[in-house]
């Protein structure tokens, strides 16, 4: 398959089944990640990877940081948000957090950039695998309390947590996107 198509037939899909991804897989799709281009050669990434039990317990600390934050809900709304915090990271048999460390020798912009560049050489090389991916975010991942608990720095960032599994079915998604004449101007 070319690239065009590749980029092309990459969608999220977050439905996934239990079997696990070799490790092997993984260092493939974190090795694609860090091939991605960087100013200054910063490389300003960091993976965090998240599987068997260490979901459980991500998923334990979500449930508390969201307990911190619903503070001001009612008993009820709370618990129902913590427990589906608690319960996000056993979606798919591995997650991979995607994080940006600037390195402050270039704009910051410049690093987000280029972490978000490893995070697509990482969906498409998943998807060339036949793995299905999907990225989140959510305000959890903004919450200092999980930087800490991934042990990043006060200035990184949780670009987005890749949940990676083997899609469940044969899934036929139609997406589509703006044509680009919309987006845009040529100068000749
Ligand atoms: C940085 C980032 C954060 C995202 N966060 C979420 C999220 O929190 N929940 C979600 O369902 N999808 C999330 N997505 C996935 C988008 O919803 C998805 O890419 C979009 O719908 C386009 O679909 P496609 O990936 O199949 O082309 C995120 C994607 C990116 C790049």
Redesign the pocket.
């Known amino acids: 398959m070319g690239v065009l198509d590749l980029i092309k037939s990459?969608?999220?899909i977050?439905v996934v089944d239990e079997r696990d991804v070799p490790d092997e897989v993984i260092h493939t799709l974190l090795e694609a990640a860090t091939w991605a281009p960087n100013h200054k050669k910063t490389e300003p990434w960091k993976f965090r990877v998240i599987k068997g039990e260490g979901r459980a317990k991500l998923g334990e600390e979500m449930g508390r940081i969201m307990k911190l934050k619903t503070a001001d809900l009612s008993e009820e709304e709370a618990a129902k948000k913590v427990e589906k915090a608690a319960k996000g990271p056993l979606r798919a048999p591995v997650i991979i957090a995607v994080c940006v460390s600037p390195s402050g020798k270039v704009p910051e912009v410049e690093e987000v950039v280029a972490a978000g560049c490893a995070?697509q050489n990482l969906l498409l090389t998943a998807t060339e695998k036949g793995l299905a991916t999907?990225?989140?975010?959510?305000d959890i991942v903004y919450q200092p309390e999980l930087k800490q608990y991934l042990q990043l720095e006060e200035n990184d960032q949780i670009?987005?947590l890749v949940y990676v599994g083997y899609p469940k079915k044969e899934l036929d998604?139609k997406?589509q996107r703006t044509p680009i004449e919309e987006k845009t101007i040529w100068y000749q």
């Open positions: 990459r969608r999220s977050g995070l999907i990225c989140r975010t959510g670009i987005g998604i997406a």
